[in-house]
């Protein structure tokens, strides 16, 4: 309830000017300004945007860090960031990769895909593929949903039964990757409001070639199509994922599956082995 009226308050333009002017004033390296119906936050070479203005610019950019919680970025890596809500995750990765990677954003919400596209276009981001789309089991198929008030934006779900209407087709991961012939994928991050529960059927080739994952399950909302914390778990064990260890208590982020494909640094390890020893036996009978 207190949180629905801050969001509610954070919603009026008159709060949000005093706002951007007391924030700009208690951090002065950062840059506040309305653009269009967003208020972008510009601190040295980094810009972030919000539909209101935010007081602590290090906090809101860091949320990426409970996704990546067990996984380090390296250059050349391929990763899919489904549900990429502000962008703070594709800011981060997408420099954490360099410009042999890779990252492919899908977003839903077509009020957060125009602010990925100015996150994108901002800080310059060559590497990022944006995609309007919903998640799913099935490809180009168009799902009517509805659209929360932007104060409540976290809430929008597919499942979404009231508020504005829009229309918007459907997009599997398994189509991505033969599109863009994707031999393997580093890493993918899910924060998608139940949608998750998408993996279980036509995303098998994902799966498949995916080494590490970090799924935000919603299982703390306590409602039927939110819960999919223990059948994630399930797929992902099915489909050879070690699924590590989540000591949080907090109330969010305990309902985090992070996972880690087994076996891949024994076979990265094995196989280095067998190309020193076949570059020896290689000189061997050259010689």
């Not at 398994?174 to 279980?200: H, P, R, T, V």
Request: glycine content about 4%.
């Amino acid at each position: 309830m207190i949180l629905s009226l801050k969001y509610f308050l954070l919603n009026i333009d008159f709060i949000k000017k005093i706002l951007a002017k007391i924030y700009t004033l208690i951090n002065k390296d950062v840059k506040i300004f309305k653009k269009d119906i967003y208020w972008v936050h510009k601190k040295k070479n980094k810009y972030l945007l919000n539909f209101h203005p935010i007081l602590n610019f290090e906090k809101f950019e860091k949320i990426y860090k409970f996704f990546i919680k067990k996984y380090k970025p390296k250059n050349g890596h391929i990763i899919f960031d489904v549900g990429s809500g502000l962008g703070q995750e594709i800011l981060y990765l997408s420099k954490a990769v360099g410009k042999k990677g890779k990252i492919f954003s899908i977003e839903s919400d077509p009020r957060l895909f125009k602010v990925l596209k100015q996150v994108v276009y901002l800080n310059k981001l060559k590497n990022v593929y944006l995609i309007n789309a919903f998640f799913h089991k099935k490809n180009g198929v168009t799902i009517k949903s509805n659209l929360l008030p932007l104060y409540d934006w976290m809430s929008n779900s597919i499942n979404r039964s009231s508020g504005l209407s829009f229309k918007l087709k459907t997009i599997t991961i398994d189509n991505i990757i033969k599109k863009y012939n994707l031999k393997k994928i580093n890493f993918a991050k899910f924060n998608i409001e139940g949608s998750e529960i998408n993996l279980i059927s036509g995303n098998n080739l994902f799966l498949k070639k995916c080494e590490n994952i970090c799924i935000s399950c919603h299982d703390f909302l306590n409602k039927g199509n939110y819960n999919t914390f223990k059948k994630i778990k399930y797929l992902l064990i099915k489909k050879k994922f070690k699924i590590l260890k989540n000591s949080s208590n907090d109330k969010i982020i305990k309902y985090f599956v992070y996972g880690k494909k087994k076996g891949i640094k024994i076979i990265i390890e094995l196989s280095t082995l067998y190309l020193k020893n076949l570059n020896l036996i290689m000189r061997f009978l050259i010689n």
